[in-house]
């Protein structure tokens, strides 16, 4: 089917995460706002970004300690999620409003939220102003993940967490399983092997196994 052009260009890079971000100024004025425009930007470092419009009320107290926490909402979360995007700590108290609960983070003075099962915990390294918003980036000084998700070897099981997506002004809980890292050139089962040998004797045999996650 052929493609037609919208109207007008903008931001049509869906899906992306929605997170609560809890910040907090050198005051000790804490707040929690939603941010759909972040993401991860390097490896090691391990580097992550927010975009943050300057009216927020939050770009103040960000700026002001140079740090933030990232608190990965599950499907529970999302009235949560949706209360901090649309509400400002002008009027409000959205850690009362919604019953979230500062926890001591780690590495950074911001409190992370408690009910989060993942909070990223963030250092400011650079401001760059884009337009509308200012990005932020920022170096990934610690994680915290809740313990119910990791097994006894200490594998954390991210696809049993429930987190969320948002695409197009639409909160969603993610689908089923599609494939995993590297899956397009791993070997195949057993079964099918026997007959995949006969075929390619002599030949390199792909990796098995991703060793990284990240790029
Ligand atoms: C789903 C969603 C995503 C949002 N993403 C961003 C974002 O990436 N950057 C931003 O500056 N504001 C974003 N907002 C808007 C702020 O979260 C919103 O203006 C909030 O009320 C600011 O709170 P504050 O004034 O207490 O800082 C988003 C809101 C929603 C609902």
């Known amino acids: 089917m052929a493609k037609t052009a919208f109207p007008k260009p903008g931001n049509f890079l869906y899906p992306v995460p929605a997170v609560m971000v809890s910040c907090q100024d050198t005051e000790g004025n804490s707040n929690i706002f939603t941010v759909a425009w972040t993401g991860t930007i390097c490896s090691d470092p391990p580097m992550v970004y927010i975009s943050v419009r ?10 002001s300690s140079m740090e933030f926490v990232i ?13 901090c995007g649309v509400r400002s700590l002008r009027e409000h108290d959205k850690w009362e409003e919604m019953h979230l609960t500062k926890e001591k983070s780690s590495k950074v ?7 989060a099962p ?39 099981h991210m696809e049993k967490v429930g987190l969320v997506a948002y695409s197009h002004g639409e909160y ?19 079964h099918s092997v ?22």
């Open 71 to 83: 608190n990965l909402p599950d499907e529970s979360m999302v009235r949560a999620l949706d209360y």
């Open 54 to 63: 300057p009216s927020r009320a939050s770009y103040e107290l960000i700026k």
């Open 109 to 115: 003075s911001v409190p992370s939220i408690a009910e």
């Open 194 to 215: 026997h007959k995949a040998k006969k075929k390619s004797v002599g030949k390199k045999a792909p990796q098995s196994k991703a060793k990284n996650l990240a790029r």
């Open 118 to 156: 993942i909070s990223i915990e963030c250092r400011v390294k650079q401001i760059i102003p884009l337009g509308t918003h200012d990005m932020f980036l920022a170096e990934v000084v610690a994680v915290q993940v809740n313990e119910k998700y990791l097994d006894q070897k200490g594998a954390f």
């Open 172 to 190: 969603y809980a993610l689908g089923k399983l599609l494939g995993s890292f590297g899956y397009s050139i791993r070997k195949k089962p057993v």
